[in-house]
């Protein structure tokens, strides 16, 4: 289970400090994902995020596949658990940015105040969870943690149900919600009545097998 953890302060490097820091980044990466540092000291690389979302999303597409309803133009669907998205951003890119990039990759029209960014680490048998601030880099973050994503791993999540900011949806997009919910509350409900009716036929094949007229 996921701990919440404050966010650490930040600690700025020189430009011999990371340089020495990608470097030794890129001699340890396994993948292929390097980092490049230009003249002017601005680096740039790859982070991977993990889409957790338990909402839907709205897509601005005509076609969809997974559960869905459909509005216009546009399409509210589940994104599949676990579902890795691979970014190449630079040294100045912040967390707010990151999150448009994804959002804008995935041709989704939700407004991007609904998601949060969260870097998770491992530390002493605990998986630590913090929500970044808008203002952080996260290619920096990636960078002083080095390429290992059980070190360090990116997660794209809604905000908190306390924290949703509701004015931040459209009225289509809430109607989409209501239809996902209603169908889902129907497909539930059926397979219920189902379990009942098994059940109850069960009940009376065993009932009329006892009370057989002598």
């Known amino acids: 289970q996921d701990v919440q953890k404050e966010s650490e302060p930040h600690v700025y490097l020189s430009k011999e400090e ?11 990466v396994t993948d292929k994902l390097k980092m490049t540092l230009n003249a002017n000291g601005i680096y740039t ?20 596949q997974g559960r869905c309803a459909h509005s216009n133009n546009e399409t509210a669907f589940y994104l599949p658990d676990g579902c890795v998205n691979t970014l190449h951003i630079s040294s100045t890119n912040t967390v707010r940015e990151v999150i448009e990039a994804l959002l804008k990759k ?3 029209a939700d407004n991007p105040a ?6 998770r680490c491992h ?7 913090c929500k970044l601030s808008d203002r952080e880099h996260p290619l920096y973050l990636r960078l002083v943690a080095g390429p290992r994503t059980e070190m360090l ?31 889902e509350e129907n497909e539930q409900l ?16 065993a009932l009329s097998g006892v009370w057989k007229p002598g």
């Open 153 to 183: 791993s990116f997660v794209l999540r809604e905000h908190e149900t306390g924290e949703v900011m509701w004015e931040a949806f459209t009225i289509p997009e809430l109607q989409n919600f209501l239809r996902i919910l209603d169908k």
């Open 190 to 205: 059926q397979i219920l009545k189902n379990r009942y009716a098994a059940y109850r036929d069960k009940l009376e094949e």
């Open 123 to 129: 530390k002493e048998d605990q998986v630590y969870t």
């Open 45 to 64: 690389g790859f982070i991977k995020v993990q889409m957790e979302l338990c909402r839907p999303i709205t897509v601005q597409s005509s076609q969809s």
């Open 114 to 119: 609904k998601f949060a960014l969260y870097k």
């Open 18 to 28: 990371v340089k020495e820091k990608i470097q030794s980044y890129n001699s340890s």
């Open 106 to 108: 995935f041709f989704v």
